[in-house]
């Protein structure tokens, strides 16, 4: 078993900056992709970033050139910097593990960014 478990999520002014954090625990093994997805309110769940154990990583094109996902595989914690920040990021934001055919979930911290 894996837990996730997400930090980092507060009020933040439109063009603030905040870094969200995912601790796993667990068997955290072979190839695998760590992921952030949001959901804001009304809408579905959406993939906003992946990093993959090999350290490729992939980004929704809403928030390409802001946020950057990143990993410290010491302390088996997934980053995701979030900067120039817009109200359309409200939401709450989920970390996920992908490995093999087992899927993990926290969750997720709110990120509310408004004036």
């Known amino acids: 078993q894996v837990q996730l478990v997400e930090s980092g999520g507060d009020l933040v002014q439109p063009g603030g900056s905040l870094r969200l954090s995912c601790a796993a625990s667990?068997?955290?093994?072979?190839?695998?992709?760590m992921n952030w997805y949001r959901q804001a309110p009304g809408k579905q769940r959406e993939l906003v970033a992946t990093?993959?154990?090999?350290?490729?990583?992939y980004y929704a094109d809403s928030v390409k050139g802001r946020f950057t996902i990143s990993r410290n595989n010491a302390k088996d914690t997934v980053y995701l910097q979030m900067n120039s920040l817009k109200s359309e990021d409200t939401a709450v934001y989920y970390c996920?593990?992908?490995?093999?055919?087992?899927?993990?979930w926290g969750n997720g911290t709110l990120v509310t960014v408004s004036s």
């Open positions: 667990g068997r955290i093994f072979g190839i695998y992709a």
């Open positions: 996920n593990l992908a490995q093999g055919i087992a899927i993990y």
């Open positions: 990093i993959i154990s090999h350290g490729r990583t």
